[in-house]
């Protein structure tokens, strides 16, 4: 029987991602990722021995998750992840796609 798990998402808001560098010309560069609500506590939350470059914000907050495990050994995990959307804006995305053809069609 699968076992449902709903919660609102307290996860900071983005992914921050940056590009840290060294005084030693012989290091390389190292992608460093986390997570949080602003670009000053991400930086806060990598400080260390490097400089650091901005190189993304992704947007990582979402208002509901579910997720639950299922299967006889409890070997396969399901999501959902929620975000509200303004049923009109819907509408008019699947009328643009059905009257492009169908697919995934950025507008």
């Known amino acids: 029987m699968a076992k449902a798990d709903i919660t609102t998402n307290t996860r900071p808001a983005f992914t921050w991602l940056f590009l840290a ?10 992608v ?12 806060e939350l990598l400080a260390g021995d490097h400089s650091l470059t901005f190189a993304a ?3 990582t907050d979402c208002p509901i998750t579910c997720s639950w495990v299922a299967g ?4 396969f995990t399901w999501m959902i992840i929620g975000n ?3 049923p009109e804006e819907m509408a ?7 009257r492009n053809g169908g697919g995934n069609h950025a507008h």
């Open 84 to 86: 509200e959307h303004d």
């Open 32 to 43: 460093l990722r986390t997570q949080a609500n602003t670009e000053s506590a991400a930086r």
């Open 57 to 59: 914000k992704i947007r």
């Open 72 to 75: 006889h050994d409890r070997c």
């Open 21 to 30: 560098t060294y005084e030693d010309p012989e290091a390389l560069p190292v």
């Open 92 to 98: 008019r995305h699947f009328a643009n796609r059905d």
